[in-house]
């Protein structure tokens, strides 16, 4: 087994894989050591990484050693977020049924915010930034 105080965890070269405004479609796996620099072609599931103290010598009363010798180079827990990602399922189906449930002037807004050319009931006017004060009329 490798002692986890030399291992060393390599930087990506480049870590941004999806673009800012998107619904992220590819993830770094992450493997014990860290991310292994495989992508893989779907949205990470949602998970928390809970610090744990590792056992000290002579506590071994109720400890899961099962847990502690899968932690030993970060002391971390992975827990899974099902509810996140029950509801980033669940807004993906709002979304693909146009906002139900909403009034026509909050579709509209949403429409708007998620066009991802910016063309959806954007005037030129109001993409224009506003006059400076001194061109106001008076």
Not at 32 to 61: D, F, L, Q
């Amino acid at each position: 087994m490798t002692d986890p105080e030399t291992v060393s965890v390599e930087p990506l070269a480049n870590p941004i894989i999806n673009p800012p405004y998107a619904v992220p479609t590819r993830h770094f796996e992450i493997g014990p050591t860290g991310p292994t620099g495989a992508i893989i072609e779907s949205r990470r599931p949602s998970e928390s990484y809970v610090p744990v103290a590792p056992v000290r010598k002579g506590r071994k009363r109720g400890a899961d050693q099962s847990v502690q010798g899968a932690l030993t180079l970060t002391h971390e827990q992975v827990v899974r977020n099902t509810l996140i990602d029950e509801l980033r399922s669940e807004m993906a189906l709002w979304r693909n049924r146009r906002y139900d449930g909403v009034t026509p002037t909050s579709r509209k807004l949403l429409e708007h915010w998620a066009d991802p050319d910016g063309t959806t009931g954007c005037s030129s006017r109001s993409a224009r930034p506003p006059r400076p004060r001194s061109s106001w009329p008076k």
